[in-house]
């Protein structure tokens, strides 16, 4: 993580101060009519029609028996059809404070398939926020599925290339307006305030939860959210890209407080980001047949390969309860 988006996480950009923290100056507030005073947790979740806390699927195979372990599914991906998974859990504390600040316009950047500018843009076109989105890409692409929902809700799209996007990741571009500028998949402390909420919703104590990780954002919020909880259970991220030492660093710099119970495993990255091989497609195919639960190659598909595969190899001990987490991402399946 970069020193720009430690310590202080919501920053106004304007032209003249690029790539400074300013101090936030409260602008007028457009927030939907109906949301006429400052929002509870459920307020929000009532208006945006989030379902909490979201089902527990058992999954049981031979497997899992010869192991003698459970295995849970927390099913975040069924939390709400776009804002699913860890997006509501991450977009939770941005969104209250950036109601709480009146803050109107937003602008980050991401993939052309990204899941958290897809939800962050169906936020913002529920809250009446105004939204400038930096896209790695070219305008001459096709469109993806989620670039098209994204320009329905009102986002403005800016495409740069690769080098300019690389970047942007330490230094923000030079805005037209003042806007909050928003780091990369929600790498921000803000982020880790939602993931308390899933230790309220379970009903067991689990040894292990398991999450597929890219930023380690969620892997950082379940790990504070488990030590506020006052447990001990352990916090394990399935590395789905090759940057480990970028997201330990990340991890780490996240954490306020020093912690032992969690880890980051690579070796289930198939090849990288948004890189697959036949044993992953086949490992989806058959686990949505055999479970009816739909996976996709990016996050689910690997974080529940891994899950399944270190339970074979004897990972995890006898009677061990494990919690694995689907972290939803399903729109990024569809093709352009
Ligand atoms: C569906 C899905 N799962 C997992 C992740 C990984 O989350 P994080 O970046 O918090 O590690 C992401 C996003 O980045 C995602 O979209």
Do not use: Y
């Given at each position: 993580?970069?020193?720009?988006?430690?310590?202080?996480?919501?920053?106004?950009?304007?032209?003249?101060?690029?790539?400074?923290?300013?101090?936030?100056?409260?602008?007028?507030?457009?927030?939907?009519?109906?949301?006429?005073?400052?929002?509870?947790?459920?307020?929000?979740?009532?208006?945006?029609?989030?379902?909490?806390?979201?089902?527990?699927?058992?999954?049981?195979?031979?497997?899992?028996?010869?192991?003698?372990v459970t295995l849970d599914i927390k099913?975040?991906?069924?939390?709400?059809?776009i804002i699913s998974g860890n997006k509501w859990r991450k977009l939770q504390g941005l969104v209250s404070q950036i109601i709480n600040q009146n803050t109107i316009k937003i602008a980050t950047m991401g993939g052309r398939y990204s899941n958290y500018l897809h939800a962050l843009a169906y936020a913002s076109h529920q809250f009446n926020w105004q939204c400038d989105f930096y896209v790695r890409g070219y305008p001459q692409q096709v469109l993806t599925p989620t670039l098209k929902d994204i320009?329905?809700?009102?986002?403005?799209?800016?495409?740069?290339?690769?080098?300019?996007?690389?970047?942007?990741r330490h230094k923000p571009p030079r805005l037209d307006e003042p806007a909050l500028w928003l780091p990369e998949g929600g790498l921000n402390p803000i982020s880790l305030q939602g993931f308390a909420q899933i230790f309220n919703e379970l009903e067991t104590v689990y040894d292990t939860i398991i999450i597929a990780s890219a930023t380690g954002t969620s892997?950082?919020?379940?790990?504070?959210?488990?030590?506020?909880?006052?447990?001990?259970?352990?916090?394990?991220?399935i590395s789905v890209l090759n940057n480990h030492s970028e997201q330990l660093q990340n991890i780490t710099d996240l954490l306020s407080n020093p912690s032992p119970n969690w880890k980051l495993l690579a070796g289930y990255e198939f090849g990288g980001f948004a890189k697959s091989k036949p044993e992953l497609s086949q490992f989806i195919e058959q686990f949505e047949q055999e479970f009816g639960l739909p996976l996709e190659s990016l996050y689910s598909g690997k974080s529940f390969y891994a899950t399944l595969d270190l339970i074979s190899k004897g990972y995890f001990p006898t009677q061990s309860r494990i919690l694995l987490i689907h972290c939803g991402g399903l729109q990024g399946k569809r093709k352009p």
């Open positions: 993580m970069t020193d720009l988006h430690k310590n202080n996480p919501l920053r106004i950009h304007t032209a003249d101060t690029v790539g400074e923290p300013l101090v936030w100056k409260p602008s007028q507030s457009k927030i939907a009519s109906h949301l006429d005073s400052k929002p509870t947790s459920r307020t929000l979740t009532e208006t945006l029609n989030i379902r909490l806390p979201s089902p527990i699927q058992t999954i049981r195979n031979s497997i899992i028996q010869k192991a003698g099913r975040d991906d069924l939390i709400h059809p320009t329905q809700w009102g986002c403005q799209i800016h495409f740069v290339d690769r080098q300019t996007f690389k970047a942007m892997v950082a919020g379940l790990v504070k959210g488990c030590n506020d909880a006052g447990l001990k259970t352990k916090i394990i991220g």
